[in-house]
């Protein structure tokens, strides 16, 4: 009798399980956030063959028959995020990690590490010391740099990439002077004494960097492809690379070529030089557009400098700069002729435009030049877009890009970091409203977000979005907050609307691919104020689990 019930139970189990659909991966019993256009939630989901083939609720285990199962116990899933605005590259051996510093002991410490690794003479580069993190709330000098490494000539980059200092090895190197030439735009600091501090802006920059050795590419691809690995433990399962020459692309063809799958899908923004001719010979060789590519790697829009930023205090506007009577930044970087030039030349050739514009006067310029242009030559669903937008612009402008179809690509972490930059050169208004979201969105604009590696995680953009509280404490302008659905909506669906995928990803529907994270808070009912200590507990990526904590 035992052996009849035995196998009386097995052939019942077999055959509820021939009656159930095989999936790969099954999701259940948590909150799933679709982040479509109802804000529709469910609490599982099933994924085969990279794709979503159901979402509902817990009764979906009875229909379908996983190769993994996994209990969610409540916890949040989200499509993956897409970050719009973001730098990734390989790092070179001479080059110093600065992010996370709490003071310049700190800073100088490790560029003294690396100086004992390298030996006397070698360069020494890194990327991400901000003056506003460190306990004596003012940015490194040349006279920091050589107490660290005398026998070594430095140059560090801030973060955010408006700015770097320079060691006096390093100024010496480069044969620069309070009163050497620059490029359009770029400042060589001095201080009260008329000395050069070492604080390099903009396009200055590129007078020291230029003498830093070039690293051998094998040096830069591992590197490379661990830091683009690393997105997925943050969540972020999709990006837009913010400019890359053409040999740059081709760096980033090596990598998806060797580790397709493996790595967040990427739209690779091309980066224009400032002289129209040139632009559009780089185009023409290039002989791609925006688009072109697959699901994983794919070129991005056309990239574009109208002006500096505000870490380099060299954003272009209408209004001077607090307590700086006369001073309107260092844009623009290219005048109204040029800039509807390369902007004409790429429109034409089916490019989608993605230019960089901080200042309300660059804001300005760049959206009477593209309303011209695509007066003159429309073209529907071209998508071209204002990476930044920081300097809220007059309401006539945003009524202008809402009538021609201009989106913004906004980093609202940006509130959070560079507070104390918006609050040392802007005042009233224009403080109240840095990284404006609401007023665009009121306006008719479409405002997608992203993280410009200030930081990259999403966590802090999507905290500044809805709470507006910068780093020193401060709420800054109320007015412009999201909902954190909003933010979410804005890092997700409207992310994947900037690359004309939003068939494809950005949402959690059937048929999309399954890219998606799962977290350890319920972002849509805790304290937004707690958003940044949310952890990923799994990223998802085209129905692969490629991170879980």
Do not use: C
């Not at 760096?251 to 030089?273: N, S, T």
């Not at 306006?443 to 997608?448: L, R, T």
């Amino acid at each position: 009798m035992r052996r009849l019930l035995i196998a009386a139970w097995l052939l019942g189990a077999a055959g509820a399980a021939r009656g159930q659909e095989p999936v790969d991966l099954l999701l259940r019993n948590g909150k799933v956030f679709a982040a479509d256009e109802l804000l529709s939630t469910y609490s599982a989901v099933a994924v085969r063959n990279g794709r979503i083939v159901a979402l509902g609720w817990d009764g979906l285990t009875d229909r379908y028959r996983a190769a993994r199962t996994i209990d969610l116990a409540g916890r949040l899933v989200l499509p993956g995020f897409i970050d719009t605005h973001i730098h990734i590259s390989g790092d070179a051996e001479r080059w110093v990690d600065l992010s996370g510093l709490e003071n310049l002991a700190e800073l100088k410490g490790r560029v003294t590490r690396k100086a004992e690794q390298l030996g006397a003479g070698e360069w020494i580069t890194g990327y991400g010391w901000s003056e506003d993190e460190l306990a004596e709330q003012r940015r490194p000098l040349r006279w920091d740099l050589d107490d660290a490494a005398p026998a070594n000539p430095v140059v560090l980059t801030r973060a955010g990439g408006h700015s770097s200092v320079a060691s006096s090895l390093a100024l010496e190197a480069a044969r620069l002077a309070p009163s050497s030439e620059t490029p359009p735009g770029g400042i060589i600091e001095v201080d009260d004494a008329g000395r050069m501090n070492g604080i390099l802006r903009e396009g200055a920059q590129g007078l020291v960097r230029r003498l830093v050795p070039d690293p051998t590419r094998d040096e830069l691809q591992a590197s490379f492809v661990e830091n683009l690995r690393g997105l997925l433990g943050l969540g972020v399962t999709s990006i837009i690379q913010a400019g890359v020459d053409i040999a740059g692309f081709a760096d980033w063809e090596a990598a998806y070529a060797a580790h397709r799958g493996e790595l967040p899908r990427a739209a690779v923004q091309l980066r224009a030089p400032p002289d129209p001719q040139r632009a559009v010979d780089m185009l023409d060789r290039f002989g791609r557009k925006t688009g072109d590519g697959d699901a994983w790697l794919r070129v991005g829009p056309l990239k574009f400098f109208v002006d500096g930023g505000y870490t380099g205090a060299a954003a272009w506007t209408l209004e001077p700069y607090r307590g700086q009577p006369g001073y309107y930044g260092s844009g623009p970087l290219i005048d109204e002729a040029g800039l509807s030039a390369i902007s004409s030349a790429a429109h034409e050739r089916g490019w989608q435009l993605g230019f960089h514009a901080i200042g309300d006067a660059a804001i300005a310029m760049t959206v009477d030049v593209w309303a011209r242009m695509l007066a003159a030559s429309p073209r529907a669903g071209h998508r071209h877009y204002l990476n930044h937008f920081t300097v809220r612009p007059p309401a006539e402008t945003m009524r202008r890009m809402a009538d021609w179809n201009i989106h913004v690509a906004q980093q609202p972490n940006f509130t959070y970091t560079l507070d104390g930059r918006y609050a040392e050169h802007l005042d009233g208004e224009r403080y109240a409203t840095n990284n404006p979201l609401r007023s665009p969105m009121r306006h008719g604009v479409v405002v997608a977000l992203g993280s410009d590696i200030l930081p990259i995680g999403p966590m802090v953009g999507l905290q500044a979005a809805v709470t507006r509280r910068g780093m020193g404490g401060a709420v800054v302008g109320p007015g412009e907050a999201l909902s954190m659905p909003e933010a979410i909506v804005g890092y997700t669906r409207l992310a994947a609307h900037l690359t004309f995928e939003e068939d494809e990803k950005g949402t959690l529907e059937v048929g999309k691919l399954a890219d998606l994270v799962v977290l350890s808070q319920d972002l849509l009912t805790i304290d937004p104020e707690r958003t940044t200590d949310t952890e990923v507990d799994l990223t998802v990526l085209g129905g692969r689990i490629v991170f879980e904590r």
